[in-house]
């Protein structure tokens, strides 16, 4: 006997219309997150956060790092134990060199080249083909991994020199030596180049030719550095987060921090964001310093907080990140990892998504490296069909009678003469 699925019911026959209105309307497919922003109101401008974010791909290394990975939009450079290095296009998970190098020294990636550092000198790599351009050897250890500005590397050496390098042979273009070494890497703006150094001294370089354009004393040894063409911010040992005017150097204002601010603060047109040792997440007003918000974290961090539009992110030392607004500093969620974090997280657009990618290298017991690109998923979890609950099964009744209703007046009906006036 054939069974069907039906309600036990005893309705009026207005009573079943509109169950079936409403049941129609449940049955309604969810609008996706396209269509819901599509669909919000025009003076609505505020944007949909990266998060909640997860996993969309999985890169294994099958070896450990040796050095910070470099990166340049979807481009990622690793260096790996056996004296290797590999670049990978992460928007199409495809390897494009592998070549044989070594070096301990986070690479940096040019136009056209990319640079590793060792021991005795600096080689440039071909970014296309890793095949070796050109090589230079160094007379000091580097204090810093280098960086690129425009056509050129700039290089800090253990002895206190700064070297400007062209990117496409190498040649020297200008050296300026320091009382002592870069504590952390140079930073640069359009015609700057900023060191902070082991004396607690913040130096300011004329990009063209090297020479000193200012010096500033902090209280402390300065960290990383974020440069632009009016103001610089950094953090520094002596519990104080700093902005110097970038053209004289002087302190626009610092601001008092329960312990070491680092890693690489962020900003916008309004408000910069730093982390801190006492575990915190800080947005102060770029213009006075004055605080705006602080959001406490579950870790200790360990660089400097990631922005895209309106999301912060920040990794520590748990197997976990944490995500905040811009405005009030708001949780937006937390992103768990395999294991502890063997390098920062990194974020780069990918032009065939709505969403950035967020990559976390993370690795198993040996130490061998796994890269996990994770992102916000614009389609609703599609969820399985599932039978109503209490449903009653009825047996079907094979060619049934056709039985004829009879409409009967409602009660208490009042007629209603129409010639009445």
Not at 82 to 90: C, H, M, R, T
Not at 198 to 210: E, T
Request: net charge neutral; with cysteine; glycine share 6%.
């Amino acid at each position: 006997m054939a069974i069907r699925q039906t309600t036990r019911c005893c309705c009026s026959a207005l009573a079943l219309i509109a169950l079936l209105a409403s049941s129609g309307r449940a049955q309604t497919p969810a609008p996706t997150a396209r269509a819901v922003k599509q669909t919000r109101s025009a003076d609505d401008k505020t944007p949909l956060p990266l998060f909640p974010v997860a996993p969309i791909w999985t890169l294994t290394l099958n070896s450990a790092l040796t050095a910070p990975p470099a990166y340049r939009g979807s481009l990622a450079v690793f260096a790996l134990e056996g004296e290797q290095i590999v670049a990978y296009d992460l928007s199409k998970g495809s390897r494009l060199w592998l070549t044989t190098i070594t070096t301990e020294v986070e690479p940096a990636i040019g136009t056209n080249e990319v640079f590793i550092a060792d021991d005795s000198g600096i080689s440039a790599l071909s970014l296309s083909s890793g095949e070796l351009v050109w090589r230079q050897p160094l007379t000091a250890a580097l204090a810093t991994a280098p960086i690129v500005d425009r056509d050129r590397l700039i290089v800090a050496t253990s002895s206190g020199d700064i070297i400007a390098m062209r990117a496409s042979d190498g040649m020297e273009l200008w050296r300026q030596h320091l009382p002592k070494a870069p504590r952390s890497r140079p930073a640069v703006s359009s015609t700057r180049v900023f060191i902070a150094t082991d004396d607690k001294q913040v130096v300011a370089l004329n990009s063209d030719d090297g020479a000193i354009v200012w010096n500033r004393m902090l209280g402390g040894a300065g960290h990383d550095i974020l440069a632009g063409d009016d103001r610089i911010f950094l953090g520094s040992s002596d519990r104080y987060f700093y902005c110097l005017n970038a053209k004289d150097g002087e302190v626009e204002w610092r601001s008092l921090t329960g312990a070491d601010a680092i890693g690489l603060p962020s900003a916008d047109d309004r408000v910069v964001y730093f982390v801190s040792l006492d575990n915190l997440l800080r947005g102060l007003n770029r213009s006075n310093g004055v605080q705006q918000w602080k959001s406490p974290l579950v870790f200790r961090p360990i660089s400097g907080p990631l922005r895209w539009s309106e999301t912060l992110v920040v990794a520590g030392n748990e197997p976990l990140l944490q995500a905040f607004t811009v405005r009030q500093g708001k949780p937006l969620g937390r992103y768990a990892v395999s294991t502890e974090l063997s390098a920062p997280p990194y974020l780069f657009v990918d032009e065939a998504r709505v969403f950035p990618v967020l990559v976390t290298i993370s690795a198993d017991i040996i130490g061998r490296a796994t890269v996990v690109g994770a992102t916000r998923d614009m389609e609703p979890t599609k969820l399985p069909l599932t039978p109503l609950p209490n449903v009653v099964q009825v047996p079907t009744i094979p060619n049934p009678p056709r039985v004829l209703e009879v409409v009967s007046p409602l009660p208490n009906l009042i007629r209603v003469d129409p010639r009445a006036p």
